[in-house]
């Protein structure tokens, strides 16, 4: 079965400032999808970023990017110039894609809080 | 934009009591989920549904049931609540992957509930 490993309980960060989050996950298929998911404090979870694994290329959305390694089972969330309204849960998740079917596998969560 | 609606926000039962909660999305998703999120556990996985009146196990399927009789309609039952299932409980909903999606999931804004 696969998992993810979020190493990051909590992490803080200047506002304007760069922080990353850490991400690595298990598994033993070549295709697959990963994603960042937000939960700020309204609990409503929003999808931030997300990458296929056959793509080379890092997702960049605004100011989130990601550093995917895919021989590392890496895929770090980089977010730069760090907003108030940055501040939530954050989640890794992971999706097979051999199957039509399959649940996301999510990791236990990074606290992100950004100071003024 | 697809939208996925938990009937409650908050609820409070009583331990014994049948427990009941709805999930609705209005987008034609095969797929939909329940989850139960807990501080330092993440999202664990309690039952999906891929079709209509198809079911899977999730993850920690103990003390509780789904009914999918309609398309858009997932409900999540606890037999008779106890305490420890006093949680977070999030519906999601996607397409099957692999049509040519990412299928990435839309929550619902998660039911709080307390068994007093």
């Known amino acids: 079965a696969q998992t993810v490993t979020q190493s990051q309980p909590e992490m803080s960060v200047q506002e304007a400032e760069t922080v990353t989050l850490s991400c690595t996950y298990d598994?033993?298929?070549?295709?697959?999808?990963l994603f960042w998911y937000k939960q700020p404090p309204s609990r409503q979870m929003i999808l931030v970023i997300r990458?296929?694994?056959?793509?080379?290329q890092n997702a960049t959305e605004n100011r989130f990017s990601v550093n995917f390694q895919k021989a590392a089972k890496s895929f770090s969330l980089k977010i730069s110039d760090s907003q108030l309204g940055d501040a939530a849960m954050y989640f890794c998740a992971y999706r097979s894609a051999n199957s039509g079917n399959t649940p996301l596998v999510f990791g236990k969560g990074t606290r992100l809080s950004v100071i003024a | 934009d697809v939208k996925v609606t938990q009937s409650s926000r908050y609820l409070v039962k009583r331990t014994g009591e049948k427990v009941f909660l709805e999930c609705v999305q209005d987008m034609d998703h095969e797929n939909m989920f329940w989850y139960r999120q807990d501080p330092g556990l993440g999202l664990r996985l309690i039952y999906f549904?891929?079709?209509?009146?198809?079911?899977e196990k999730g993850d920690i399927p103990e003390g509780y049931s789904v009914s999918r009789e309609k398309k858009e309609r997932f409900s999540l039952i606890l037999e008779s609540a106890s305490t420890n299932q006093t949680s977070m409980y999030l519906c999601?909903?996607?397409?099957?992957?692999?049509?040519?999606?990412?299928?990435?999931?839309?929550f619902g804004s998660g039911t709080r509930l307390t068994v007093v």
């Open positions: 999601a909903s996607s397409l099957v992957s692999g049509t040519g999606n990412l299928c990435g999931y839309t």
């Open positions: 549904s891929y079709d209509v009146k198809m079911k």
């Open positions: 990458q296929e694994a056959y793509k080379q």
């Open positions: 598994t033993s298929e070549s295709d697959y999808y």
